[in-house]
């Protein structure tokens, strides 16, 4: 079983930054996909950044330009660059990982920007 563990979650203001991190209990070298979603409450779950060796990365509209998608493998970590944040990117950040045919997720870190 692949475990996620992330980090970077927190409060800042609007127009300010934060860096998600992914750690994987497996080399993500392996990986078929990386990406990050995100809920809100009262929200469906929504995907807002994703990346695959054959497609490269892709965005929500409601992110691209301020948010980057990105791997180390040395680290066995994907990364979340989101930049210039909204009061609406207000969410749970959510890790998901494709290996074989499973999804594993994460548990979640709080993103919270404040007005």
């Known amino acids: 079983q692949v475990q996620l563990v992330e980090s970077g979650g927190g409060l800042v203001q609007t127009g300010g930054s934060l860096r998600l991190s992914c750690v994987a209990s497996?080399?993500?070298?392996?990986?078929?996909?990386v990406g990050w979603y995100r809920q809100a409450p009262g929200k469906q779950r929504e995907l807002v950044a994703a990346?695959?060796?054959?497609?490269?990365?892709g965005y929500a509209d409601s992110v691209k330009g301020r948010f980057t998608i990105s791997r180390d493998y040395g680290k066995n970590t994907v990364y979340l660059q989101m930049n210039s944040l909204r009061p609406e990117d207000t969410a749970v950040y959510y890790c998901?990982?494709?290996?074989?045919?499973?999804?594993?997720w994460g548990q979640g870190t709080q993103v919270t920007v404040s007005s």
């Open positions: 497996a080399n993500i070298r392996d990986f078929n996909a």
């Open positions: 990346l695959t060796s054959d497609r490269g990365s």
């Open positions: 998901v990982v494709g290996l074989g045919l499973e999804n594993y």
